[in-house]
Each structure stands twice: as C-alpha cells, then as structure tokens.
C-alpha cells in the first residue's frame, strides 16, 4: 500500500525557501522564547544567520551570542534590508503584524511567523526507568517494563552524529515516560545534545544530585520542563526536597536566562502548593496537555473525562479536518532508551527499527509513512490531534 499524502507531506516552509526569500537581508526574531530558539536552529540548518532578536525589554545586551534589539528599532526597520520572522505570542501577533506593514514589509515577502516554518523536534529517552511503574501502553519505551535501562553513551554519541543529518531539526526533548535525571551521565548527554540543536528536559527533579545543578544550569540551550507530582502524590516529598536548591539556583541565574526554567502543570490533580510555591519564587508556571492512550477509548469508551480540552468539539473538528496533514509527525525520530526507534510521540509506537542508527533519514521517514499504526490514525483523524494552539482553547 502506498504511503498516504498525509504523512508523506511534511508541513512548513523549508530551508530552500527561506533562503530564496531572506535573499542575503539581515534576519531578524521577533521574540525569544523557545520557538524563536528553534528557528535560529532551523537558520543554522540552511547555513542562514540571525542578525538580532527583537525584545520589548531588551533583557540583556546579547542572546546566545546575538544582539538583542529593544523594541525602539521597529521604527528603524526596512524592508530593503531587514527580513522578520515573527515567533513572539499568538495573542500579539496582528499588532505586530500591523505595525511591519506600516513600515512598507508585505506579509510572507518580507516578515512571516514561526509557525509557517518546517521545524523538527527530536524526542529521546535516557533511562525507561519512571517513577512509578508504567501501565502497559508504555510498554515501546520501556520494552523490559519497569526495569531500568539507560541509554549508553557509546550509542549517544552515535545518536547525535545521526541528528546531524536530520534537516530543519530545531529542538531535542530529552524524556518521555523515564526520568532523565536519573542517568548517571544525563549532564554530559545534554550538553553533548545542545550541540546539535535547542534541547529540552522532561523533569520531575528528583534524581539530580547536588554537584550537577551548576553544570546542567551553565547549558545555555537547554530549557527545563519541571513537572512536578501532584501534592498528594507519594513522591511529592522528594520534589519538595529538592524546591529550595531549585530555587537557590533560579534566584542566583542571570536574569535573562530565568525564562528557561518553567514549572509545568498537569490539567488534573491537585498542584494548589506547587502553584503558590511557583508564584511566591517568581517561576514561570505553565499548563502540560496530556494525550489520552489507547486508541480504543479514546474511539469507544469514555475513559478520560479529565482531559478537559479534549471535548466534543475537538473531535468534531479532528473529524473535519481529516484530509489534512498529520500534525504529530513533526517530532521524528523518537529513540527510546534502549536505542530503538518508534514510529510517534502520541499514540501507542510501533517500533521501527532496534537500533536508531543503519538508515539514513529518509529511510526512516518512508518506514514511519507505511507503518500500520499511521494508517490506523489517518483513518481515525487522530493525526490532526496534536499540543496546537488552534485546539486549545485555554491558549492566548
């Protein structure tokens, strides 16, 4: 059976694109939140440069080793010389839009969103080991179920030459079901991975020892995603423990780097002292939408009721929207601890491949298109079901 259009179809403007219409301009980001981290590696990619980030604050003189421009240059930008790709907040977005036009730049000629841009985001498990016994759907990235497996630093290093090779790869999310903190090598694995491209942590912190805060905080493109347990939640005592150190060392950062510490929030359970604690620190609390596994219930039965956003009218819209493009297939490869590739981020995995590393790219990619389990999603709509702002209606 051929692959369908709706996998084969990667979404986004690519990197030949871009070039032909930044055409040799001074590229600039407006914004300097992760999606902006990302189009700077998707730049690097197409051998492109980021001139400057655009800041209403101007927090601090450079980023990442690049001017930032406070917002006073909008009024000095020109559309002859300056290129905008605009990755700030949703909610902004057609005032900034209306104040480019003003200065003469034309929509997608001259200035275009994040959004628009094919960007790859790579999702790796270090250690399959959670922190309470995983139920079977799991059973992909954790093949001997709950017995601990980390991922070899030998195969790591394989890994990262083979991320080299993935185009418009803009972010590695380090974690999955496992706790990456607990692989005794999980520093060196993230900065070894930052050299590839922007790389989140899936964290709950409760494994990190002490003398690896330093280390692991000095990594510039690394962003943490805390996800702490529910306060009623019998490991809610070891994330408690390790709160005042997290906070010591968030309160000791340089301010421009705080933005990459975010507290993330499950839509249900009670997490009322995480969010005061969060508040009263100054961390940045954000809400963690969940996906409801398998299948089966989420087509028959009515077994996730707490996933809120995940309402009639969402169905009704994955419904009507099915001839679309699959949304999930923008996060390839997925490697579990063991080194064997599955097929997605969402939904139960089919694996691919024992080992992530004989294939090339693409090869892999044409695996993913044919395998079983897509079929099964495009036939359900569940490809269009993804964390996409358009779907969420607790987004700005």
Same mark, same amino acid.
């Given at each position: 059976? %051929?692959?369908?259009?709706?996998?084969?179809?990667?979404?986004?403007?690519?990197?030949?694109? &871009?070039?032909?219409?930044?055409?040799?301009?001074?590229?600039?980001?407006?914004?300097?939140?992760?999606?902006?981290?990302?189009?700077?590696?998707?730049?690097?990619?197409? *051998?492109?440069? $980021?001139?400057?980030?655009?800041?209403?604050?101007?927090?601090?003189?450079?980023? +990442?080793?690049?001017?930032? +421009?406070?917002?006073? @240059?909008?009024?000095?930008?020109?559309?002859?010389?300056?290129?905008?790709?605009?990755?700030?907040?949703?909610?902004?977005?057609?005032?900034?839009?209306? =104040?480019?036009?003003?200065?003469?730049?034309?929509?997608? /000629?001259?200035?275009?969103?994040?959004?628009? &841009?094919?960007?790859?985001?790579?999702?790796?498990?270090?250690?399959?080991?959670?922190?309470?016994?995983?139920?079977?759907?799991?059973?992909?990235?954790?093949?001997?179920?709950?017995?601990?497996?980390?991922?070899? &630093?030998?195969?790591?290093?394989?890994?990262?030459?083979?991320?080299?090779?993935?185009?418009?790869?803009?972010?590695?999310?380090?974690?999955?079901?496992?706790?990456?903190?607990?692989?005794?090598? $999980?520093?060196?694995?993230?900065?070894?991975?930052?050299?590839?491209?922007?790389? *989140?942590?899936?964290?709950?912190?409760?494994?990190?020892?002490? /003398?690896?805060?330093?280390?692991?905080?000095?990594?510039?493109?690394?962003?943490?995603?805390? *996800?702490?347990? %529910?306060?009623?939640?019998?490991?809610?005592?070891?994330?408690?423990?390790? +709160?005042?150190?997290?906070?010591?060392?968030?309160? =000791?950062?340089?301010?421009?780097?705080?933005?990459?510490?975010?507290? =993330?929030?499950? #839509?249900?359970? #009670?997490?009322?002292?995480?969010?005061?604690?969060?508040?009263?620190?100054?961390?940045?609390?954000?809400?963690?939408?969940?996906?409801?596994? %398998?299948?089966?219930?989420?087509?028959?039965?009515?077994?996730?009721?707490?996933?809120? +956003?995940?309402?009639?009218?969402?169905?009704?819209?994955?419904?009507?929207?099915?001839?679309?493009? $699959?949304?999930?297939?923008?996060?390839?490869?997925?490697?579990?601890?063991?080194?064997?590739?599955? !097929? $997605?981020?969402?939904?139960?995995?089919?694996?691919?491949?024992? /080992?992530?590393?004989?294939?090339?790219?693409?090869?892999?990619?044409?695996?993913? #298109?044919? *395998?079983? /389990? @897509?079929?099964? @999603?495009?036939?359900?709509?569940?490809?269009?079901?993804?964390?996409?702002?358009?779907?969420?209606? !607790?987004? #700005?």
């Amino acid at each position: 059976m %051929p692959p369908d259009h709706r996998i084969t179809t990667l979404t986004g403007l690519d990197a030949a694109f &871009l070039t032909e219409r930044i055409g040799g301009r001074q590229t600039l980001i407006w914004g300097m939140g992760s999606r902006a981290e990302e189009v700077v590696c998707v730049l690097k990619r197409a *051998s492109l440069l $980021c001139h400057g980030w655009i800041h209403t604050t101007a927090p601090a003189a450079t980023y +990442w080793d690049i001017p930032v +421009w406070d917002a006073a @240059c909008l009024d000095r930008l020109d559309p002859r010389d300056h290129f905008v790709i605009y990755a700030g907040s949703v909610g902004f977005w057609s005032l900034a839009s209306q =104040h480019l036009k003003t200065q003469g730049f034309l929509s997608s /000629q001259d200035y275009l969103q994040a959004y628009t &841009l094919t960007r790859l985001i790579a999702q790796i498990e270090v250690v399959n080991k959670p922190l309470r016994p995983l139920p079977e759907i799991f059973a992909p990235f954790d093949p001997g179920l709950n017995l601990t497996v980390h991922l070899p &630093l030998d195969k790591v290093d394989r890994i990262v030459t083979a991320l080299k090779g993935v185009p418009s790869l803009s972010r590695i999310i380090i974690g999955i079901a496992g706790e990456p903190l607990a692989h005794p090598q $999980c520093v060196s694995i993230l900065k070894v991975m930052s050299t590839v491209a922007s790389v *989140s942590l899936q964290t709950s912190l409760t494994h990190i020892a002490a /003398q690896d805060w330093p280390a692991a905080l000095a990594i510039r493109q690394l962003r943490w995603m805390i *996800s702490p347990p %529910p306060d009623d939640h019998p490991t809610a005592m070891e994330f408690l423990a390790q +709160w005042p150190v997290l906070v010591n060392h968030y309160n =000791h950062m340089p301010a421009e780097d705080r933005h990459r510490i975010a507290i =993330h929030i499950a #839509n249900s359970g #009670n997490f009322a002292r995480v969010r005061r604690m969060a508040n009263e620190a100054g961390l940045k609390v954000l809400a963690h939408l969940p996906f409801p596994f %398998p299948y089966s219930r989420l087509l028959g039965e009515s077994g996730y009721v707490s996933y809120r +956003w995940l309402d009639a009218d969402v169905f009704a819209r994955m419904r009507e929207e099915q001839a679309g493009v $699959c949304r999930a297939q923008r996060v390839f490869p997925v490697i579990s601890a063991t080194g064997e590739l599955v !097929n $997605c981020h969402l939904w139960q995995a089919e694996k691919l491949d024992d /080992q992530w590393l004989d294939k090339s790219f693409q090869e892999y990619v044409i695996m993913r #298109n044919t *395998s079983v /389990q @897509c079929r099964r @999603c495009l036939k359900a709509g569940l490809h269009r079901l993804d964390e996409h702002l358009d779907l969420n209606p !607790n987004a #700005n």
